[in-house]
């Protein structure tokens, strides 16, 4: 049996990010991370640091996130300090990218919502022109059904797998200790100390965390939370490395900082299915060269799908268990976007029990409550 102050499960972003955290705040943090053959949501994901369409119907979580983008160009320093790790961070805004008026005025209507959701606080996206659009990413021909895009000055973008890496490196030169191939089984208390039983042995700790995205709904039972999440597939497509031309975060279309250009994404719900389809591939490929017309003469290289966390209303969940006090969720799809303010606000949550204001907002009771609040015709 090895003893810390915290258990984090999942060594995805999510978990490591908070264990980081933990770490700056002086605890004692083990991070149990699964084998290398689950979902990996963390390694298949696009890198965005996304602000703009988050937070449909609960505008808190748009604010937590866009507190994320405003603390990221901090978080990003520290980490290649701390890990000699760049992770490649973008910051000068993001587009997502519109095609033809029905797309324009969809885009407008959801923004709208958001922005009358937001009230006082202000959202702070814009509908710009083709023209601003061109001015934006100089050297790019733009297709002809483009008519516009969404702007907003808090997006950005980062190198996900560099952004993982940093995170495990930084966190193991902190003293925090990673250990892979331990997946948790069970989780019990003994009147003191939550108990993580794994294969490669037992931890104990006075707080536990789970952040191991699917991993949660089998585990969160057994320390009294109720966690409802989703799994949903989106595919992605890689290039070959092409001359750097997209300068900035965009929405389904994204050059990294190595070069390749990623096409993506889709939303299918097929349980827990992270195959590729020709069909979903000749839809991204298609409209990437309608939005860009010179990506037509590269070569495809890579092509993958990746199984979504996702909660039912796609904005965040962190909760503190009532029975089991020192019980712990953290979880959403957001991990790149989230893991500055996981490092810093989450972490603290957990050290010293400090709520930011409307953080009460993302607990998992929010589900039971809309059920009683829906009248029944809806």
Request: aromatic share 6%.
């Amino acid at each position: 049996m090895e003893t810390f102050d915290v258990i984090v499960v999942g060594g995805g972003l999510f978990g490591p990010a908070t264990a980081y955290g933990l770490r700056q705040q002086g605890l004692d943090t083990v991070v149990l991370d699964d084998g290398d053959d689950v979902l990996r949501a963390a390694r298949g994901n696009f890198g965005l640091v996304w602000v703009q369409s988050k937070g449909m119907g609960m505008h808190h979580y748009h604010a937590w996130s866009r507190e994320s983008a405003h603390l990221y160009a901090d978080f990003a320093a520290e980490l290649k300090d701390g890990s000699g790790v760049a992770v490649a961070h973008r910051n000068n805004g993001g587009m997502h990218i519109l095609l033809g008026e029905t797309e324009r005025e969809q885009r407008r209507r959801e923004m709208d919502i958001m922005r009358q959701q937001a009230g006082v606080d202000g959202f702070e996206c814009e509908i710009i022109e083709r023209e601003d659009v061109e001015k934006m990413l100089p050297g790019v021909r733009l297709g002809d059904a483009v008519v516009g895009a969404s702007f907003s000055k808090h997006d950005g973008d980062v190198n996900p797998l560099k952004l993982l890496r940093a995170l495990h490196t930084s966190f193991r030169r902190m003293g925090g200790k990673l250990r892979t191939d331990c997946r948790v089984e069970n989780i019990r208390h003994d009147g003191s100390a939550f108990i993580a039983e794994t294969r490669n042995g037992c931890f104990a700790a006075p707080k536990i965390v789970l952040a191991c995205g699917h991993g949660i709904t089998r585990l969160a039972p057994m320390v009294g939370l109720d966690t409802p999440i989703v799994p949903q597939r989106g595919q992605v497509l890689v290039t070959e490395r092409a001359e750097p031309v997209l300068g900035m975060a965009l929405g389904n279309v994204r050059q990294t900082d190595e070069g390749t250009v990623q096409i993506g994404n889709t939303e299918e719900d097929v349980e827990y299915d992270d195959g590729t389809t020709l069909s979903a591939s000749q839809a991204m490929a298609r409209r990437a060269v309608k939005l860009f017309p010179q990506l037509a003469g590269l070569r495809l290289i890579r092509t993958w799908g990746c199984i979504r966390v996702l909660t039912p209303d796609k904005c965040a969940i962190y909760d503190e268990s009532e029975e089991y006090p020192g019980a712990y969720v953290a979880t959403s799809h957001s991990g790149v976007t989230l893991a500055a303010v996981n490092a810093r606000h989450t972490a603290r949550w957990i050290a010293t029990g400090e709520m930011t204001p409307g953080f009460e907002e993302f607990s998992a009771k929010r589900f039971n409550k809309g059920i009683q609040d829906v009248p029944s015709h809806h």
